[in-house]
C-alpha cells in the first residue's frame, strides 16, 4: 500500500472522531446540565494547558525508538479517557476526564503531521493528499453522526469518538511507517527534546509566525464550542448543524487536495495574510445571525480562515526549525493554535454566549485582527525573505 494512502488513513481514523466531538461535545456537555460558561470552562481547560502538556509529550514522544509508538499509545489513552467520560456527570469529573482525553488527543495531530511532512518530502508526494483524507472522514462523520444525534440522542457521539479513538491506535501501530525519533544525535534521556523546546521558546521569529498563527485559527473557538447551540437558538435542527460543518470541511478537502500550485505561488506568509483577512470578514458576518442561504457561502471560507492558516502554520514551523526539533515545533505550533491561546477564547465564549448570543463572534473578529497584524510583520523579517 502506498504511504500517503496509509497515512491518509491513519488521518481518516483520527478525523472521524473529531468530526462527532466538535459538533457535538458541547451539545452533550449541554445535555448533562452544564450552562454556557460551564461548557466553556470544561472546554477549554485542556486548551489552556495545551501549552504545558504539548511540550510535554513532545519529549517524552522523542524517548521512543520509533515515532508511531508514542501515537498508538496516545490514541489508546484518549480511549480509556472517552470510555471514563461516559460514566459521569458532575461538573468537576466531566472536566477532569475531559482533560485527560482532549491533552491527549491533540498532540495526536502534530506527531503524525511530523512522519506527512517529512515522508512527502522524501517520496514525492503533496501533505494534502494523505491530510484530505483525514478532512473528508470529518465531513462523512459530522453529517452522519449529526443524523444520529437528531434521531437517536447525542450520546452517539461519544460513543463514536471511543470507536475511532481505538481505530487510531490500530491505524497508528499497524500503517504508520517504522521511522525512528527523534533523529541523528537526539540524547536518550530527553535532553535533546529539552535543548530544542528552550531553542524555540527563545527564538523570537518562530514565536511570532506561530503566535500569529495562533491567534488566527484561535478565532474559531466561539465557533467550535457554540455554533451548534447558536443555530439550534436560531431554529436549525443538529442535522443542518452537521451539514454546515460538513460543507466547511468539503471545501477544505479541495483546497488540500487542489491547490497545492496555489499554495507554492502564494507562500506561507500570503496564506497567513488571506486567512487572516477571511476571518475578520467571517466571524463579523456570523456574529448577525444570517439565514441558512448565507450561512453556506460563509462557511466556505473555512477554506482560508482554517486551512490557509494551518498550512502557513505548519510550513512556518517546518522552516524555522530544524530536524532535532521537528516534534517540538509542530507542537508548540498546536498547542497555541488549539491551546492556550483557544482555550482563553473559548473560555471566554461561555459567557459570552450566555450574554450576548451570537454576538460573541465580534470577539473572534477582533482577535482575527490581531493575527492578521502580526502575519504583515513578518514580512519585515530578513529569515522568511524569499
Same mark, same amino acid.
Given at each position: 500500500?502506498? #504511504?500517503?494512502?496509509?497515512?491518509?488513513?491513519?488521518?481518516?481514523?483520527?478525523?472521524?472522531?473529531?468530526?462527532?466531538?466538535?459538533?457535538?461535545? +458541547?451539545?452533550?456537555?449541554?445535555?448533562?446540565?452544564?450552562?454556557?460558561?460551564?461548557?466553556?470552562?470544561?472546554?477549554?481547560? +485542556?486548551?489552556?494547558?495545551?501549552?504545558? #502538556?504539548? +511540550?510535554?509529550?513532545?519529549?517524552?514522544?522523542?524517548?521512543?525508538?520509533?515515532?508511531?509508538?508514542?501515537?498508538?499509545?496516545?490514541?489508546?489513552?484518549?480511549?480509556? @479517557?472517552?470510555?471514563?467520560?461516559?460514566?459521569?456527570?458532575?461538573?468537576?469529573?466531566?472536566?477532569?476526564?475531559?482533560?485527560?482525553?482532549?491533552?491527549?488527543?491533540?498532540?495526536?495531530?502534530?506527531?503524525?503531521?511530523?512522519?506527512?511532512?517529512?515522508?512527502?518530502?522524501?517520496?514525492?508526494?503533496?501533505?494534502?493528499?494523505?491530510?484530505?483524507?483525514?478532512?473528508?472522514?470529518?465531513?462523512?462523520?459530522?453529517?452522519?453522526?449529526?443524523?444520529?444525534?437528531?434521531?437517536?440522542?447525542?450520546?452517539?457521539?461519544?460513543?463514536?469518538?471511543?470507536?475511532?479513538?481505538?481505530?487510531?491506535?490500530?491505524?497508528?501501530?499497524?500503517?504508520?511507517?517504522?521511522?525512528?525519533?527523534?533523529?541523528?544525535? @537526539?540524547?536518550?534521556?530527553?535532553?535533546?527534546?529539552?535543548?530544542?523546546?528552550?531553542?524555540?521558546?527563545?527564538? +523570537?521569529?518562530?514565536?511570532?509566525?506561530?503566535?500569529?498563527?495562533?491567534?488566527?485559527?484561535?478565532?474559531?473557538?466561539?465557533?467550535?464550542?457554540?455554533?451548534?447551540?447558536?443555530?439550534?437558538?436560531?431554529?436549525?435542527?443538529?442535522?443542518?448543524?452537521?451539514?454546515?460543518?460538513?460543507?466547511?470541511?468539503?471545501?477544505?478537502?479541495?483546497?488540500?487536495?487542489?491547490?497545492?500550485?496555489?499554495?507554492?505561488?502564494?507562500?506561507?506568509?500570503?496564506?497567513?495574510?488571506?486567512?487572516?483577512?477571511?476571518?475578520?470578514?467571517?466571524?463579523?458576518?456570523?456574529?448577525?445571525?444570517?439565514?441558512?442561504?448565507?450561512?453556506?457561502?460563509?462557511?466556505?471560507?473555512?477554506?482560508?480562515?482554517?486551512?490557509?492558516?494551518?498550512?502557513?502554520?505548519?510550513?512556518?514551523?517546518?522552516?524555522?526549525?530544524?530536524?532535532?526539533?521537528?516534534?517540538?515545533?509542530?507542537?508548540?505550533?498546536?498547542?497555541?493554535? *488549539?491551546?492556550?491561546?483557544?482555550?482563553?477564547?473559548?473560555?471566554?465564549?461561555?459567557?459570552?454566549?450566555?450574554?450576548? *448570543?451570537?454576538?460573541?463572534?465580534?470577539?473572534?473578529?477582533?482577535?482575527?485582527?490581531?493575527?492578521?497584524?502580526?502575519?504583515?510583520?513578518?514580512?519585515?523579517?530578513?529569515?522568511?525573505?524569499?
Amino acid at each position: 500500500m502506498p #504511504t500517503a494512502l496509509r497515512l491518509g488513513l491513519v488521518y481518516a481514523a483520527l478525523y472521524v472522531g473529531n468530526g462527532a466531538s466538535t459538533p457535538f461535545m +458541547p451539545v452533550w456537555l449541554s445535555e448533562r446540565g452544564l450552562t454556557g460558561a460551564q461548557v466553556g470552562l470544561v472546554l477549554s481547560l +485542556p486548551m489552556l494547558l495545551q501549552i504545558v #502538556t504539548s +511540550p510535554a509529550l513532545a519529549v517524552w514522544a522523542d524517548r521512543f525508538r520509533l515515532r508511531r509508538t508514542p501515537i498508538a499509545w496516545l490514541a489508546a489513552g484518549t480511549c480509556a @479517557a472517552y470510555l471514563a467520560l461516559s460514566g459521569l456527570h458532575n461538573l468537576a469529573g466531566l472536566a477532569a476526564a475531559w482533560l485527560l482525553a482532549a491533552s491527549l488527543y491533540l498532540a495526536l495531530p502534530p506527531l503524525i503531521d511530523v512522519i506527512t511532512l517529512d515522508r512527502a518530502a522524501r517520496e514525492g508526494f503533496t501533505y494534502g493528499l494523505p491530510r484530505g483524507l483525514g478532512s473528508l472522514a470529518y465531513i462523512a462523520a459530522a453529517a452522519l453522526v449529526g443524523g444520529l444525534v437528531t434521531a437517536v440522542s447525542v450520546d452517539i457521539a461519544l460513543g463514536w469518538m471511543i470507536l475511532a479513538a481505538v481505530l487510531t491506535a490500530l491505524g497508528a501501530r499497524f500503517l504508520l511507517p517504522p521511522d525512528p525519533a527523534p533523529g541523528p544525535g @537526539a540524547a536518550a534521556d530527553g535532553q535533546g527534546g529539552l535543548a530544542g523546546l528552550k531553542t524555540l521558546v527563545r527564538d +523570537p521569529v518562530f514565536l511570532l509566525a506561530v503566535g500569529s498563527a495562533g491567534l488566527i485559527q484561535s478565532a474559531h473557538a466561539f465557533y467550535y464550542a457554540f455554533s451548534a447551540l447558536a443555530w439550534k437558538a436560531q431554529g436549525l435542527p443538529e442535522n443542518l448543524t452537521g451539514l454546515l460543518w460538513g460543507v466547511g470541511v468539503a471545501v477544505e478537502v479541495v483546497f488540500l487536495w487542489f491547490g497545492a500550485g496555489l499554495q507554492r505561488r502564494l507562500g506561507a506568509k500570503n496564506l497567513l495574510v488571506i486567512g487572516g483577512a477571511a476571518g475578520v470578514l467571517r466571524w463579523t458576518l456570523l456574529a448577525f445571525a444570517p439565514p441558512l442561504w448565507a450561512l453556506v457561502p460563509l462557511q466556505a471560507l473555512h477554506a482560508l480562515t482554517y486551512t490557509a492558516v494551518f498550512l502557513a502554520s505548519i510550513q512556518l514551523a517546518a522552516r524555522l526549525s530544524g530536524p532535532q526539533t521537528a516534534s517540538a515545533a509542530q507542537l508548540i505550533n498546536a498547542a497555541l493554535q *488549539g491551546g492556550v491561546l483557544c482555550g482563553l477564547a473559548t473560555l471566554a465564549s461561555g459567557p459570552l454566549f450566555d450574554a450576548v *448570543g451570537a454576538k460573541g463572534y465580534l470577539a473572534m473578529a477582533v482577535m482575527a485582527a490581531a493575527g492578521l497584524a502580526g502575519a504583515f510583520a513578518l514580512y519585515r523579517l530578513p529569515r522568511l525573505k524569499g
